[in-house]
């Protein structure tokens, strides 16, 4: 209907008068922004893949403020043993500090991704720029140690991490009845582990001192059921820290593990459980110095990686090399955040590459042993509330000559009928010891030598 170069001239003419409606909008906006009277603050949930902690005091502090002002709360139970924690549940809240009015706001973008925004006057800048954020950040923290829940992480596999990185870990609260008290082991070591461990928490300052990253690391060994899993328990009750669980089969390489721990938040315990069944062969370091047979095992396992993703299975498996891992402990673990302890089990120290356990890597070696009769009583104390019974003598010589893990020791103290029966139980546990209770041990020796593993009781939470 309209002849071409009309409808070239209409289309050119709607252009330019869009360009100049978005460069009039442009203008007008840093025209009000120069004019107006207030600055703004934002503050997002996550930098790059980093979460970002600042966002997490604002949101406690201002979660926990004027609760009694509030029209909207959000109620929560933080343990089952405390009452009710009361937060507000606005988008918009007004604050007030040394007579400064300012206004938070949280925004969520088209990705799920929050980003609390702060308006305050701008002859408020600097008392809201250096003692209020200040404060904030001191008092969230402060709330959050009173309230702290602590969680258990598990990494979830890479394909299902979403496009904005929000979902590399899942978690539960973690709420585990383990305690020092209750770890039967050599009382001496229990009391060197438990020095360490406070000096750690304690030893901020110390850390700054030294020059050295807050961070400590133990390698857990020791034959199965004999309490790795529990005394990690144990540490994150006494320290009050949440747990990161790393599933590393779950992971496909390197990259991605430097990914997760760096997805790790403070004041947590970094477990590896099985160290030495959890790492990619083909990738360790002293490959070139192992003996033909070793060869050939990972000539095997290289054909079935092949083998397996040709068959698209490869996720089933992790390419995590042990170079990646001493990296990261080496590297990025020492520059990624502060007050983290990383722990490595293995039930077989022998298999484990030196370069991993070499002393410096990891802080300290724990070895969980087979039951000794000072553990057993504990374990005695523990389920039968026994302090001495007559049959501790014969319990005692037997423990010298028989190896038992404490699991097993456990199993035969725990009570079977509604009524707790010492004389029963501890003639259950000499029945055990003596081998009449043969079927136990073969299954314990068998799982042992071929790396069954026994309930682990964080993934068996999930
Ligand atoms: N030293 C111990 N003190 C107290 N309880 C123990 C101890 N060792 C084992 N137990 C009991 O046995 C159960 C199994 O122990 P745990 O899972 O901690 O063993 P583990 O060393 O982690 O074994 P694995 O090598 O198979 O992972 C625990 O639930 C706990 O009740
Ligand atoms: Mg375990």
Not at 266 to 280: F, M, N, R
Not at 432 to 437: D, H, I, T, V
Request: net charge positive.
């Amino acid at each position: 209907f309209f002849p071409n170069h009309l409808k070239i001239a209409i289309k050119e003419c709607l252009i330019s008068s869009i360009q100049q409606f978005t460069f009039v909008q442009r203008l007008s906006d840093r025209f009000i922004t120069f004019f107006s009277p207030y600055v703004e603050i934002k503050i997002s949930q996550y930098d790059g893949y980093q979460y970002n902690h600042a966002f997490a005091s604002i949101e406690t502090y201002l979660g926990e403020k004027a609760t009694h002002k509030a029209k909207h709360l959000r109620a929560s139970q933080v343990k089952e043993s405390k009452d009710l924690v009361l937060k507000r549940d606005d988008t918009r809240t007004r604050d007030e500090y040394k007579g400064v009015n300012v206004w938070w706001e949280i925004e969520t973008d088209s990705e799920g991704f929050r980003t609390y925004k702060l308006t305050f006057h701008r002859r408020s800048r600097d008392i809201v720029t250096d003692s209020y954020m200040k404060h904030i950040f001191e008092e969230g923290k402060l709330i959050d140690a009173k309230n702290k829940k602590m969680k258990l992480y598990t990494n979830n596999p890479s394909s299902s991490w979403g496009p904005n990185k929000t979902a590399l870990w899942r978690c539960i609260d973690f709420e585990h009845p383990a305690s020092f008290d209750t770890v039967a082991m050599d009382s001496k070591k229990k009391e060197e582990i438990l020095n360490d461990l406070a000096a750690f928490s304690n030893g901020k300052e110390y850390y700054k001192k030294i020059g050295k990253a807050w961070k400590r690391g133990y390698l857990l060994y020791g034959p199965p059921g004999t309490g790795k899993s529990t005394m990690i328990a144990a540490m994150a009750n006494l320290l009050n820290y949440s747990i990161y669980d790393v599933e590393l089969t779950a992971i496909k390489d390197n990259s991605e593990l430097r990914k997760l721990l760096i997805g790790t938040a403070s004041k947590s315990i970094i477990v590896i459980e099985d160290i030495d069944c959890s790492l990619d062969p083909t990738g360790q370091r002293s490959f070139k110095k192992k003996k033909k047979k070793k060869k050939r095992f990972l000539m095997s396992w290289k054909k079935e990686k092949d083998k397996d993703q040709e068959e698209g299975k490869e996720e089933n498996k992790s390419f995590v090399t042990l170079s990646g891992l001493l990296n990261f402990i080496d590297g990025i673990w020492s520059a990624c955040g502060q007050e983290r302890i990383i722990v490595f089990t293995t039930n077989h120290l022998a298999k484990l590459d030196p370069a991993l356990i070499r002393r410096g890597r990891m802080d300290m070696h724990i070895e969980l042993s087979y039951c000794t009769f000072e553990a057993f009583k504990i374990l005695a104390k523990n389920y039968l509330d026994l302090d001495t019974h007559p049959l501790y003598t014969k319990i005692e010589s037997l423990l010298k000559e028989t190896k038992i893990a404490p699991a097993d020791v456990a199993e035969n103290l725990m009570k079977k009928k509604s009524e707790i029966d010492a004389d029963g139980s501890l003639n259950d546990l000499i029945d055990a010891l003596e081998g009449k209770n043969a079927q136990k041990a073969t299954v314990d020796e068998s799982s042992e030598k071929h790396g069954i593993k026994r309930f682990n009781p964080f993934r068996n939470l999930f």
